[in-house]
């Protein structure tokens, strides 16, 4: 297709009608990079996403940063989550639609989570993952600095029996400032996750996958909790009983059990604060 221009006098016109026309591609590239919403989701979602930003910081798992997740439940290329709040504030009216490209539905000119392609990049590498934890819990980093490797201590995290590897951000991306600032270091990080329900990020903390809020949120409490016990094991001396292989694997048929009692009085205590 060809365009036409009205024959133009002088230089300044064809410069005024070149940039009113550069004016008018760009605002429509603009309309069309804003991604459809998949629309509306059940209240009783929002409610458990918002809840679990609140039991995640009341359980220590989460400060001021880190952040959680779960993926649209009528489209796997939308994901939720919290514009730029610390998790124990975040409320209804915080969460958010994005792509996954972790662009905005609606921006409303809020400030959002730098680490969100995180979130982005995990959901379409892994279709299985439902909900994603980002945390800094300070139990985690000595197995992401030093050689030892975290392995199942505790019953409530078998789940660590399939190994947890370690994502090296040097390796990558040489130099930078440690933190997943786009896409392409996004999905370096889901690489090194590959299949595994959770990677440590060496100097950083950890990311945490799941099928669910809940299941996320229970490995993200036990996560850090078998970090402890592990570390607590080795300071006694002597030889450290793991779990064997085929308990984790009889332990993890059964994963799930139990832990809707767990969910009820984690939220009723989170939820019971201001
Ligand atoms: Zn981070």
């Not at 009216?93 to 609606?106: K, Q």
């Not at 299949?195 to 099928?211: E, F, K, N, Q, W």
Request: aromatic share 6%; glycine share 8%; with cysteine.
């Amino acid at each position: 297709m060809s365009i036409t221009l009205p024959s133009l006098r002088g230089g300044r016109t064809m410069l005024v009608a070149v940039c009113a026309l550069i004016s008018l591609c760009a605002g429509g590239a603009a309309a069309q990079q804003a991604p459809a919403s998949a629309g509306p989701v059940d209240p009783q979602l929002i409610d458990d996403l918002v809840a679990a930003n609140r039991i995640l910081a009341d359980q220590g798992v989460l400060d001021g940063w880190g952040h959680v997740s779960v993926r649209h439940p009528r489209d796997p290329n939308r994901y939720l989550l919290s514009r730029s709040r610390a998790p124990e504030l975040v409320s209804a009216d915080d969460i958010m639609e994005f792509d996954l490209d972790s662009n905005p539905v609606e921006h409303k000119g809020r400030s959002l989570y730098t680490e969100r392609v995180i979130h982005g990049e995990i959901y379409k590498a892994r279709p299985d993952v439902m909900a994603i934890v980002h945390t800094h819990a300070p139990a985690l980093i000595p197995f992401g600095i030093s050689k030892v490797p975290l392995k199942p201590v505790y019953h409530r995290s078998a789940f660590v029996s399939v190994g947890i590897p370690v994502f090296e951000i040097r390796e990558r991306a040489g130099m930078t400032d440690m933190l997943i600032r786009d896409r392409a270091l996004g999905h370096a990080l889901a690489d090194a996750l590959g299949s595994h329900p959770a990677a440590l990020m060496r100097g950083h903390g950890a990311v945490i996958v799941g099928p669910s809020i809940q299941r996320v949120v229970g490995r993200s409490i036990f996560l850090p909790l078998n970090a402890t016990l592990q570390m607590q094991a080795a300071a006694l001396g002597g030889p450290v009983t793991y779990l064997d292989p085929e308990e984790a694997q009889k332990i993890e048929a059964r994963e799930g059990y139990g832990l809707g009692r767990a969910w009820e009085a984690w939220k009723r205590k989170a939820m019971a604060k201001p």
